[in-house]
């Protein structure tokens, strides 16, 4: 029967446990029987190995199995005011832990012989496996030998604050505490070598004990299947990722679990999402003298000022870190376009199979609207993008996956699309020649849609991630065509700019039935701003939004301090290298960076 386990291994368990009385097995845990013993080491072993492989495809396959498996070690960490033990692995992420925690979990069971089968569960991110309770004794055999061999942590899952309640799982007090859980959180910790990132409780698994009686077996909580199935209801084999949203390339494999929760469901996302990254290096002498050109030609009357400021371009490797956070936070998207004027910075791995720069010639419909110096007119064109999926993230080099995200986030299952309003208002009136580039574009969404499906626009939108679909995007190139093809042709922003792909798809498809409000937390940081420091240094010790802009659309005072305490925090908040990266080539090097990290903000 799949999920069986070890038949060997499952008459061993119940060999030591006829032998030794419950006070003495917990006692002496590590004077089990040699065979047991071993195969729970090689189980655990087995799990190292395939650990090691989901770094060397976290760090792009680039480094050595054998070498990386050699280098973990134990630390010991701070976590919530709590001294933890964890492994220090290179490449950690949360995903990884995750997926980790989870095949510890099986491998365990299925060394010891114990039946097991896991469950879609309700929990938020984290996968559960049932257990029969008539087997509870085994499990929790099984799991002492376990974090005996690799240290961990149990808990209760149904703790208010599971890492304030996790508890070491070699210890007796732990166990007898947890006896009347029917559901427990078990964790082993995983850190970063800088140890600035600590992925525990919040990665672990779920351990549910389900309950016979009268020939089903009942679950101790809900869950979004079935909260019963028959005692004898063969198992089967389903991918690892079905069970938390693990990106298929961090899955250790297949697990067991019943035909009932081996289906794809209504909420699960099971279409391809994209991400769209537009960027510029303002460095490139070739591109400044280029714009220098097309600002001295123009005709008709100046500029705005933050039409085309330096602030605007400046680039502090901001693009580097935004890919290490949706590596960290977000790696289940598919494929990642780099959007840019014939650029690539130095330090990007151009030839990850999953990464492609599109040079603005490949999509603007109309080469004479090129160079263009707008992100206006290129937000008009990325539906262009050859291969790109119809439902993508478009996000700019200053925004950031600030905790681990799903695809629910920004989509709905069916396709539809969220967005996220800010509290920032749309100014009433007409545009102004002097008026404010980003307000312009604001008006002028709120007139098209206006005079389309007869609401009046108030609020605008937060810089984060834009959830956008290719279609809608189509559809509004030919629905507002002369606005569309105006913004095109707008080289630098224009009072008569629509912002496409940052306002206008959201308010449309809203209205067309293809998108709704979305809830994000979400925080906003002025580089210029006199509280910026103060909000970079809450955002580091809390960690707790999803996503974060940090904008400098007008210069400070001091550029060069904005500039060491942008790069103190972005090294200290990401200090996990990406796959997108080209190792020998970072964006600070790494003593650089160890300076940056050891510096008082």
């Not at 549910?208 to 869950?223: I, K, S, Y």
């Amino acid at each position: 029967m799949v999920g069986s386990g070890n038949p060997e291994a499952g008459s061993l368990v119940s060999t030591y446990r006829s032998v030794l009385p419950a006070g003495a097995r917990r006692g002496i845990v590590r004077k089990v029987p040699a065979p047991l013993r071993s195969a729970v080491k090689s189980s655990l072993t087995s799990v190292d190995a395939v650990r090691s492989a989901t770094i060397v495809w976290a760090m792009g396959g680039r480094r050595n199995a054998s070498r990386h498996s050699a280098a973990y070690a134990r630390r010991v960490v701070r976590v919530g005011g709590r001294h933890m033990r964890a492994l220090l692995v290179d490449g950690a992420t949360a995903w990884a832990a995750r997926a980790r925690n989870l095949h510890i979990l099986t491998s365990v069971l299925e060394a010891g012989g114990i039946d097991y089968f896991c469950v879609r569960g309700t929990a938020h991110d984290v996968p559960t496996v049932a257990v029969p309770a008539a087997l509870r004794d085994e499990a929790e055999d099984m799991l002492r030998i376990a974090f005996d061999q690799t240290p961990g942590y149990v808990g209760p899952a149904a703790a208010p604050a599971a890492e304030s309640a996790m508890q070491p799982g070699d210890e007796d007090k732990s166990w007898r505490q947890l006896r009347k859980q029917r559901t427990l959180r078990v964790a082993w910790y995983v850190t970063d070598p800088t140890q600035q990132l600590v992925f525990g409780a919040d990665q672990g698994c779920d351990l549910e004990f389900w309950t016979e009686r009268d020939g089903w077996l009942e679950a101790p909580r809900a869950n979004r299947v079935a909260d019963r199935v028959p005692v004898d209801a063969p198992r089967r084999t389903a991918p690892q990722a079905l069970f938390s949203p693990v990106p298929p390339a961090y899955t250790t494999g297949d697990v067991a679990t019943l035909a009932e929760f081996s289906v794809r469901l209504p909420e699960d996302h099971a279409f391809p999402v994209d991400v769209v990254y537009t960027w510029v290096d303002d460095s490139d002498p070739a591109w400044r003298a280029a714009r220098d050109r097309a600002r001295g030609a123009l005709t008709g009357g100046t500029l705005h000022e933050q039409a085309a400021n330096d602030a605007r371009y400046t680039s502090r490797d901001e693009l580097l870190y935004s890919l290490r956070s949706l590596h960290q936070n977000a790696p289940w998207v598919r494929n990642v376009y780099l959007v840019t004027a014939g650029q690539a910075p130095a330090w990007l791995n151009t030839d990850h199979p999953n990464l492609k720069v599109v040079d603005h010639r490949e999509i603007f419909s109309d080469p004479m609207a090129l160079p263009t110096f707008n992100s206006h007119a290129i937000e008009t064109q990325l539906h262009h993008i050859e291969g790109l999926s119809e439902c993508f993230l478009y996000l700019n080099d200053d925004v950031f996956f600030g905790r681990p995200v799903t695809p629910g986030h920004f989509f709905h299952p069916n396709g539809l699309t969220k967005f996220f309003q800010s509290k920032a208002l749309i100014p009433v009136g007409d545009v102004q020649a002097d008026e404010l580039p980003v307000n312009a574009a604001g008006k002028n969404s709120r007139r098209l849609i206006a005079q389309q499906f007869g609401s009046a626009l108030s609020q605008k939108m937060k810089h984060t991630p834009h959830a956008l679909r290719r279609s809608v995007l189509s559809e509004i190139e030919d629905v507002y065509a002369r606005e569309h093809l105006a913004t095109q042709h707008s080289r630098f922003r224009s009072p008569k700019d629509i912002p496409v792909a940052s306002s206008l798809h959201h308010y449309y498809a809203y209205h067309s039935a293809r998108a709704t409000v979305g809830d994000l937390r979400y925080q906003y940081v002025d580089l210029a701003a006199s509280l910026a420091e103060r909000r970079l240094n809450s955002l580091l010790a809390h960690r707790n939004f999803d996503t974060f802009c940090i904008n400098d659309t007008v210069s400070g005072p001091d550029p060069d301090a904005q500039t060491r305490m942008l790069e103190r925090f972005l090294e200290t908040y990401f200090p996990v290298p990406s796959p997108y990266e080209t190792r020998g080539l970072p964006g600070i090097p790494a003593t650089r960076a160890a300076e940056l990290r050891s510096t008082d903000a």
